[in-house]
């Protein structure tokens, strides 16, 4: 077979990062050095890995296309498929199919302030986005990034989140649901909505890209009309169950759009036009 | 061509059954070494998947065992277990699976020879039988694709 | 192209041989137990031409409902893929399909072709030709010629037999087709003039597809779907059956450190289909699911590959166990 | 017919249930349907061809949605809503029972044990098919079993048209689906059809109240009812518990009598 679309690409886990609870981050490299070189991806996009022996699952491509040499998956150890990729150690072979689906269009967002909004585990989709636009700094205005996580243990890429915080040109929210605070915790108590109405960004000239749990997205987004921003200006990741990523398998579909293939970047716009199967 | 080796998995209860064995081989009792022995906390924990599993990945004969009737370290997990095989060697049988293959037993702690006793003649008795090849066939599903493109 | 012949009964059986002994697998209707399937021949006296129609669809000949997408073998941190070989694949022969079942595989094709290249798919595809038989007889569940067929629609098809007098009108349609009555062009007479309408069964159109189509477009939120479904029981028997469903599920076959990843059938009734680790689900009742079925077929693939996704063969109405039947459904929309 | 018909009118117009569960005319045979309102329940039907288990429909919680029904239940059907009763699936106070005895009477149920004694009262549907299929499968040596068995279930394609027709297969997640272990390989071929269908077979037991429905509802015209029914008949002769009795008491496999029989064991 040719060109067998469901074969993975063999990748070495270079490095493991344990991120907070039963949340992994993988560094991985491709051991076909030409597909390594002939690699690229854009923001956004997302991909198959597999543990052999288990299945496959689905995640954002986590790590920026401005790093190249290797590709990042931040994932929580939740089923049948993230659980043994947990098990798995630095020096160890997964698989990888991808870069699958549509992009962040961050061409058209050069010269604009961007508003990063993300609970819980959907900080990795976003990751790769805000490190592109960190990577590529003078392209955009304002960056301005509201993070939060049910409790202080449960925020993700603490280091980096750090790097952010002591930067001058981002400016980073962090916040924790109530009760999920420590006595030295010195960010935000609240979810996510309420933590952006409060911070009340300007909807001027700005792109919100907003990630989480569906009960987030459903919360944030009225915050985010009632502050004035077009639908059109916020865009968000769908993350429906995926089995191919190639349009086929018929799980993710939204209406006649597939997540797989369509998205899985939508703006608000194109929510409003698409029924709830998500 | 070899001799055929039976492969026989014995599933047997950690209080009785698993003590029973242990005193079978320090009595230094011979006997034969076909047998992998899964050890559990009961036979009542004995899934029936387990068998049918086992036959699956190449088991040719089967043996569980455990507490004798009323001495359960858990009071009762030997009468549950049994009331299962029933049932389920009705089916099997129904089935056409050989349940000639599986012996059932009950073996305490102290009885190391009756614990070789068993192994062996199911041995032997398997041994007779030969191996399961017609139960694994059915489970391998590329040699059946050709038949089963249009079964399917 | 098109080019057509005539050929008895006897000269078909004498072709069908041939091609046997030249180690073509025929697939062709046969009996299984009360009902009618297709199965492997290795005589034609087995085969069935006097059926309605088969319990399943020809689809698996190309899609097969369990089938190996790759090995793997692990060997400590190193891994070792084993992709399948297409020539492993037979050349197949599906024998006595009906039009609907041929003109089911342009569906399947543009699923597994719109945009990224299912080679597996393509490579059991291009390894079969297709002869069917046209209907001269339907049932109450046959609906082809209200979704763009006919009891002696060529679509699809590489030969198109339709029984006339003792034998059939052969229509030669495709290079394969050719190609596979070229195997004995003895057995194949000049054509004999036949008028192929007179001998198709007479099915009246039962609705109207734009109109359904229209309807379906704005009917996402209607309550019809939760009315329509309530009887549904949720199996799967429908989407199996139907020669143009092509929901699967990919599966790990694991031995130790040996396996395979298998892709089997799937449908998009069952609840677990869309449901996501969290217990979040998309399409968490029956009529969504029952609602996703219909728009499937008849908005969304019409809408993105050009191409209705029913050929109106009535299987998973005789199928379903609650009599969930399609047409009733699709009518009362029409109306 | 009509009795039942008026009955079901009463019920709807009175308020008393909010929707009636029956069969009404379908393409070739009876189906199920299902009235909320006075003015359809002309549309109901009940004969021998009623054969399908509506008991089935009892756990759809969307179609239920907290509502108070009733339902037609054929013998079959009657047993099945005193397993579902037995497993705590039911409330007494939400549902209404219906049937019509073999001389056409209508029967109005108020309360679980009078069901019990019905069915003890009335004869039990006879399946006579099933009857000889059993015998001729016992006559036939193990070797041939497995060849017939192994034949038939290398077709099923796991539609779970069989699990989705049974009214005792409501569990939210299948043991087919579970997946941590992977118990049981969830891709059709012969082996791992044969592991579904002894596993669905054996979570029968004891609460199986023998219908056929599975086997009715099989597209590919399995006749999976005979494993059941087999389990039905290795409880009656082993445990001496009949199906009647089954379905009243605590599951046969969770209960035990230190006198069961035992002769297979060494």
Redesign the interface.
Known sequence: MDSNIYLPHLMTIEKITQEAPGVKTFRLKFQDGQTASSFSFKAGQFGEYSAFGEGESTFCIASSPTRKGYIECTFREAGKVTSSLARLEEGDTMGFRGPFGNTFPMDQWKGKNLLFIAGGIALPPMRCVIWNSLDTRESFKDITIVYGARSVVDLVYKHELEEWNLREDVRLVTTVDPGGDTPDWKGEVGFVPSVVEKLSPSPENTIAIVCGPPVMIKFTFPVLHKLGFAPENIYTTLENRMKCGVGKCGRCNVGKLYVCKDGPVFTGAQLQELPAEY | MSEFEPKIVAFVCNWCTYAGADLTGTSRMKYASNVKIVRFPCTGRIDFMLLLKAFAEGADGIIVSGCHPNDCHYTSGNFHARRRWVVFRGLLDFMGIDVKRIQFSWVSAAEGAKWAEIVNSTVAAIRELGPYIEYRKAADYLAQQEKEVFNG | MMEKRYISLISLKRWLEKLNNDGK?I?APVH????I????ISSTDEISFDHVQT??SAK??AF???????S?E?EK???R?G????DSI?ESVVFGLHPCDAAGFDPLSA??N???????YN?RKEHTTLVSISCTKSD??CFCTSVNGGPGNTTGSDILLTPVEEGFLAEILTEKGETLMKADETCFEPDRGSVKEDYLVKLPKKFDLKTVQQRLNSA??SPVWKAQS??C?????C???CPTC??????????G?K?K????????G?T???????G?N??E????RWR?RL??KF??MP??LSVVGCTGCGRC???????M?LL?HLISLNN | MDELRKKATELLQSGDVQMVIGYEKGTKGPRPCFISVPEEAHKLIFDEQCTGNLAVYLTHKDLIAGQKVAITASYFALRSILRLFTENQLQADRLVVLTVSVDKQLIVFTAVDDIAAYLQSAPVPKREDDAALIARLEAISREERWAFWTEELSKCFKCYACRAACPMCYCNKCIVEENRPQWIQPWASTLANVEWHINRAMHMTGRCSDCGACGAACPLGLPIHLLTRRIVQEVQENFGIGANEAVQKDNVLSTFKPEDKENFIR
Request: charge should be negative.
């Open positions: 697998h697939y299984k137990g009360e009902k399937d297709f199965g492997r319990t399943q698996s000949v097969p409902r369990t089938e190996v997408l790759f793997y692990k941190h190193n891994v893929l992709n399948p070989a297409s037979p699923i597994f719109w945009d990224y290249k299912d080679e597996l490579a109450e569940y996402f939120e309530q009887r029981i949720g199996c799967g028997a989407a199996f059956v092509a929901c699967f599920d990919i599966q790990e076959d694991a031995h450190d396996g990843r298998l892709r089997c059938w799937d449908s998009c069952f677990l289909f869309t449901q996501h680790t969290s979040h998309p399409r009742t029956q009529s969504q996703q728009l499937h908005s969304y809408d993105r109405s005789r199928a379903c166990p609650v009599d039947n009733e």
